[in-house]
């Protein structure tokens, strides 16, 4: 024991409290002085920061602090610089072609980011999030068209819809011609070996023989003398082995005997022009995209 000061621990020569229990002893071990400055420092920091931005909560608002600074401020800002930079984008896609789309290539890729992002919201749920399709529903990625797949045979099919509301919607027939009685079973299964036989499927070749007429009177208005189809009429080619309803016998008996009204929305009063053009980007550079044909010249005035 010290004399100086009579709380001295001994053995470490540490400061004790006084506190002693059958002869252990609570030394007094003092805070590590960087522990300290870290606390007031914080301390400091805090008071700061209060005074700096906003804090301490009024009666009907807040503490504004000197720095003014507000996150709902900033998001606000950021949201009006991407809808301004989003607006120029926007109105460059109106009424532009393809070629000046592709030209520059932020505008591309924007117009690509978009037309992806409204697929999955508006286009996904009928034609797959891949865009390859369902029964009736056509596949996007392949280089089959009913109507067309040039950027501007797309945007209007987007725009007008098929056999849909719009005025000017795309509309092409395809009779029940079982059901309303234009022609008997007969003729609808010799048909359907002709149709098979088309695409080079056919299992009975005579049955397909004694169609051949009557597909040359009935069908070959919309399908052409081919079978070739029309995309005027949006009548599928027959010949590609790729169906839109099925090429079994089973299937095309049921297209011929009950007739095929695929419909899709018009959407040119769901979304906004630019997203319109946005999608006809997307869609036509999914893979069976087609080069815009050539104006034809002879029905000019
Ligand atoms: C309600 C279901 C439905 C929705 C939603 C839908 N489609 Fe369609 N779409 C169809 C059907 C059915 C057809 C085929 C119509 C026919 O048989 O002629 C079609 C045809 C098309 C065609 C023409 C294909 C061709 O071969 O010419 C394009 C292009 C197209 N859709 C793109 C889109 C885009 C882009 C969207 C989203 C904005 C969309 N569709 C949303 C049902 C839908
Ligand atoms: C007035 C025009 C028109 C005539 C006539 C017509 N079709 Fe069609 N046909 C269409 C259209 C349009 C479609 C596509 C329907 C759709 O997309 O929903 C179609 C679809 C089909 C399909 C389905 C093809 C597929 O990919 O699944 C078959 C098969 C077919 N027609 C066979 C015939 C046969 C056989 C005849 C003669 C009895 C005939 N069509 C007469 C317009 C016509």
Redesign the pocket.
């Known amino acids: 024991m010290s004399d100086k000061n009579p709380y001295i621990d001994e053995l470490s020569g540490t400061e004790t409290t006084g506190h002693e229990w059958d002869g252990i002893e609570e030394l007094n071990t003092p805070m590590p002085r960087w522990w300290l400055w870290v606390f007031y420092t914080s301390i400091v920091v805090a008071l700061l920061y209060a005074i700096a931005m906003p804090s301490i909560p009024l009666l009907n608002s807040h503490f504004k602090g000197v720095l003014g600074h507000s996150d709902r401020a900033a998001v606000n800002q950021e949201m009006e610089e991407m809808q301004a930079r989003r607006a120029v984008f926007a109105t460059k896609l109106l009424d532009t072609d393809l070629e000046t789309i592709q030209a520059d290539p932020e505008l591309f890729r924007f117009a690509m980011a978009a037309g992806k992002s409204a697929f999955g919201d508006n286009c996904a749920t009928c034609h797959g999030s891949g865009a390859q399709g369902f029964k009736?529903y056509?596949n996007l990625n392949d280089d089959i068209w009913?109507w067309g797949g040039s950027f501007e045979d797309i945007l209007h099919t987007l725009k007008v819809g098929?056999?849909a509301t719009h005025e000017d919607t795309r509309i092409?027939?395809?009779?029940a011609?079982g059901r309303d009685g234009?022609?008997t079973a007969d003729q609808?299964s010799d048909?359907?070996h002709?149709?098979q036989n088309l695409s080079g499927n056919g299992i009975d070749a005579e049955a397909a023989l004694r169609?051949a007429p009557?597909?040359q009177e009935?069908?070959?208005?919309?399908?052409g003398t081919t079978g070739m189809g029309?995309r005027a009429?949006?009548?599928?080619?027959?010949t590609d082995a790729?169906?839109?309803?099925?090429?079994s016998y089973a299937?095309?008996t049921q297209?011929?005997y009950g007739?095929?009204?695929?419909?899709m929305p018009n959407w040119n009063e769901r979304l906004p022009s630019e997203t319109i053009s946005a999608l006809a980007v997307y869609v036509h550079s999914l893979g069976g995209g087609e080069d815009t044909p050539p104006i034809n010249t002879e029905n000019l005035p």
């Open positions: 009736g056509p009913l098929i056999r092409g027939l395809m009779q011609y234009l022609l609808i048909l359907a002709y149709v169609a009557l597909f009935t069908c070959s208005t919309c399908h029309d009429q949006g009548a599928p080619n027959l790729e169906w839109l309803y099925g090429g299937d095309i297209t011929l007739g095929r009204q695929g419909v």
